[in-house]
Every structure is written in structure tokens, then in C-alpha cells.
């Protein structure tokens, strides 16, 4: 485990490539990765503001949407229910379309031609209540009009990031640990 728990820190990019291009399946460690940037991104504040906490939860929100969720993501990661419901409740109140392209300029998003974006463009936005409005930010396409619940802090994934870096260390870690063997052999 000490290992695995090595390569995810210094040197996962080579994990994560064999796991797609040998089992054409790199979601897991991909998973751990996002979760590893994550928490380096944020752990070190010792105070945080108002906008860095929103900015968290954006960074979240978008791990959640494009890994875990399995309605938004592509391939999502496989994890324990109650683990899950614990973060689909977190992130209950973000509107996500993973269609809406990211802007590197806050005047595109100003656009009235964009659509709200919300995982079903059929759903009716009218009827939700305005005093949620915010401004948005460029960094995600999660919607920022959600309130940051009090429940979240940095290690909103940490019991899935445990539990998937179980399942790559028994079933994944161990054929990249031989095929990397056998190819040096």
C-alpha cells in the first residue's frame, strides 16, 4: 500500500496510463489524482475567504460532477452507496452541464445567449427562487448560484478517495506492478 500510496503522491500519470491503455479503464485513478490536486490546492490555507471557499466548492463540484455522478459523468467511479449519497447530497444544489464550454474571459459568460446550465436543459430554472443569484466565475462549469453547504471542507472526498484507492491497490496496482516488472525483466 505504501507503494500505491508513493505513486499517487509523486508519480501517478504512469499508473493512470496503463490503467487506459491495458484495462481501458482509468477512471479510479484518475479519481485519486483530481482528489490528490484537490486537497494539495487547498489544504495549506490557514484562513479561508468567502470566494476561496466558493472556489473549493466549484473544484469540488466539478470532481463530483465529471467522476462520481453517475448521471453527468463518463465513466464514474465505483463507489459504496452510502459514500455516495453522502456526496450527492453535498452537491444536491449545483446546476451542472458538462456541455457548456469553460471561457477564459468573464465577458462571454455575461452573454445573454447562454443558456443556464443545468444537467437537464428541459428542467424549468424560472420557478427557483432569484435570491440565489451570484455572480459566476470562469473556472468551472458548475453553477455558482448554490450555497456552499456548512458541511463542506476540503476532505468532502475523502472516504471515496479511501475506498477507490482500495480498489486500485487489489485489483489495479498489482497487474501494473507485474507488467511493469515483466517489461524490465
Known sequence: MQALEFSIENSIEPLIAWAASREFTAENTIFLREVRNFKKKWCCLKIVTTAQRRQMFNDASLIYFTLVNPFTAETPINIEYKI?????????EVEFDPYMPRSSTPDALKSPGLRENVVCPWEDTLSRPASLESTRTTSSTASTR????????????????????????????PRYVDAELSSKA
Open 84 to 92: 455516495f449519497k453522502t456526496l450527492q447530497n453535498m452537491f444536491s
Open 146 to 173: 448554490s450555497i456552499v453547504p456548512s458541511e463542506f471542507s476540503e476532505e468532502v472526498f475523502d472516504a471515496a478517495f479511501e475506498s477507490i484507492k482500495y480498489l486500485v491497490f487489489t485489483n489495479t496496482w
